[in-house]
């Protein structure tokens, strides 16, 4: 209530500001697009005033001025028809026409006059390769090309793009893009992921910005997705459409019950249905999705052991109480994955000048983890395996009121909620919990690293609720400005419990509990605006910006952190006072004010920063132009940074390296952006794009290199700073080609170098917690591939079939050697020679393929199948850091000397599939439409 009271306080302070700034107008939610053109007489040349040019099927439309000149803003991206009428001429239909956010879509329109009566002349507008008015790094794709591409989620596209590895926007770290959805961020302000899950049928356009991007959008430092969702219209449509298929290696050994022999029809299921039309004709639309998708995964571990085959002896030793196993062998997945979405949508012209929407999209994954040594330690022990969920929700109603041709205002509210869970069981009361020793036991002699029994206690709940109020006002104040300004208020609130199951098995007694590792709520808050204008002059193109953003994080800080009374918590327990019952909860956990007494802890500062945005294009020639771009972008530090082990507990006792805590004062991550390129039409089917860009990076979320000292005590410890720094240097070659109406063929290669002193938050501390010694100067980061390149071909026969292939290239990512003295006989450095080697290059290539069939009434029927990792490729993104292969470890020598068991387990220890890329997938489905 508190952070809703806030709200709309701010909310009451701010419209002053805004019929200010209404002066200065502005854009609609970056989600709308502009046509502009010029009318002439086709046997004069002449210009004709007062055309009728109007985008069919809408409201939307103008009159040409005494140049002949129209300009349509606040157009949703799509393809629309234009119409252009005139008395004593013959009308023209323009159709085919793209709009694209952001972005201006010129159609110049020759008329000729009327000789018979009612005539009419049908024109097909042809999409320019060269977008003149581009001046980021922007690739724009349409919903239709996305379902025609080999992919299952716009995530695979937006994985394409030159620039973005790995889910790294131009070598920055992940959690530093901006998703949104309709304009409205869905971005989970946790870690910086994105939230809710959006199915490819939902998509009108998918935009993706990995340039220096204009200053109506924030809280980004290397990227923007944004994903417009469509609309109904006043003609029913809908599809249904569902797939099946299996994984189909040739590398039995890596992934064992997925060759081709163990196919399985039902492996994959996917069944998707989208359904849009009027509810009132002209007046209310609707637009609703929904999926179900569900993988048993691509790695599968053998049922051996269970929760009771270890325990205690009568001497209360800890045995292994089944030698063989409780299990009954059978094959289990071990990365399954499941997932059900939907969106609901509904679109009301209110009135001929008015436009209400409102769109709700959720999903719900459940899914269990396969991505490293210890999940990998499970495969005799599926059963121990933590159930994850994630649930996700956006809602919003917008407002949309057209005060004139030129000006029009959006309002909106939008709450977004992303929740996560884990635990092996639901109740943390359930008996089949173990004692939490047992977890942790390997019998390296017979079983090598693998578990055996026991279980993992671990329960672990967070969730991000964020309501959102926004306002923007766009106008083309004259032939050249559109200006725009806008403002934004989120108010969240977090909730973050990370507990375990406390079970202490003795010999005559079982002792039981909850126990807490972290457990908080905050409720930060966020305010931005910013003023933007895009100066058109001719041919050169200039968007000037400037953004301010606040952010309070509402959280606590240490007064002193040298002092011991704050660091040591015995100590610090004299300054919070004897707890009662009042103070714990169900399990006797204290409250977290416990924790944080006020003669100790003070609240963290509030944050500010402006950031100016300057992007130019201009022609220099009739077909090809340059651009540039400079910017200044902050983002508050993802909010697991600010909140991290909020009960500020280190180790107790006056020596060595304590621990880590968070730190709500973090100043604002910080990277400047900067680019060059070149766009250039060498034919009217071909072209071709170079761009050069850096980034200076600054302040990102870092351990400083010397720990925190506790006054009085040889005791240090870590607090997370603005201390980490790095840069970022690329280079991208584009090239597309069409031919003629049915192929087109696109290719693009980028190198890039990507360097930082440390690539995580915590490099630095969990080097200094290990006694390593890291090297002192800028590496290069985890994720620096140097090259980088993707082609892609798509054909669409005149009979209705056709096909598409996306292959795809990297370099080898560095990695940090590794060897013991016992693998080489050599005496090892003292200094860890930090990503100085390089993994295996990786190579894949998906296609798809179709058949349409046309049916009855205008329905359709289309036959589909996908193959991803066609060449069932072993591509190596992980590799053994003693050998820099993901195939063989020198360490499995020196096992085997010691080894007692069957030999097949050691074998199947160093065979571990989460270092390779997935092989090979094949579906095959049908799609009906009408």
Known sequence: MKNVMLLFRTIACLGGCLLLLASLPAMSWAQSGKITGTVTDALSGETLIGVNVVIEGTTQGT??????????IGVRPGTYTLVASYIGFQTQRI????????????????????????EEIVVTATRPLVQKDLTATTSVVSGDEIRALPVENFDDVVNLQAGVVNGHFRGGRTGEVAYL?????????????????IENSSVEELQVVTGAFNAEYGQALSGIVNVVTRDGTNEFSGSFSGFLGDYASTNSDLFPETGTGNLRATAIQNAELNLGGPILKDKLFFFTSGRYFQNEGSVYGRDVFRY?????????????LN?????DSSIVALNPYEKISGQAKLTWRAMRNVRVAANIIASRETFNSYDGEFHHSLFYFPSAQLDKERNARSAYLKWTHTLSNRTFYEAGITNTYNEFN?????DPEDPRYRDNDLFGFQETQFFSGFRIGGTDNKRFSRSTNTLLFKADLSSQIDKINLLKTGFELRAHTLKFQDDFVFVSEGVNATQRGVGSNARYTREPVEFSAYVQDKIELGGLIINAGLRFDFFDSRGKVMRDPTDPNTVFLENRQDFAGELTSDDVDEFGIPDPSYFTPDALFEDAEAKYALSPRLGVAFPITESGVIHFAYGQFFQIPNFENLYQNPYFLLGSGGSGLLGLIGNANLDPEHTINGEIGLKQAL?????IELTAYYRDIRNLTGTATDPTPVAGTSARYGILKNSDFGFVRGVVFRFDQRIGTSLFASADYTYQVAKANASDPNQVYNAAAADQQLETQILSTNWDQRHTANVSLSYRAAQ????GIIASFGSGEPYTPSQTTQQTGIILPTRIPLNSERKPSTFNVNVDFFKNLNLFGGNALQLFGKIDNLLDSDNEFGVFTDTGRASYSLQERLDASNFRGDPSVLDRWYSRPFLFGQPRRVVFGARYSF
């Not at 793209?98 to 010129?106: A, G």
């Open 422 to 426: 884990e635990q092996l069981f639901d």
């Open 323 to 327: 030698p063989s196993g409780s299990g």
């Open 63 to 72: 009159s040409t001025n005494i140049d002949g000149e129209y300009v349509i």
């Open 181 to 197: 959805v309709d304009g409205l961020p869905i971005t989970d302000v946790f870690d910086g992921g994105r939230g809710v899950s």
């Open 95 to 118: 159709e085919g026409v793209r709009v694209q956010i952001d972005l201006t879509t010129e159609v110049d329109i020759s008329m000729s006059e009327e000789v018979v009566e009612g």
């Open 800 to 803: 209705n079939w056709g096909f």
């Open 683 to 687: 034919s009217s089917s071909s072209a």
């Open 308 to 320: 009771d085959d270890l325990g205690f002896n009568s001497n209360g030793e800890l045995v292994l």
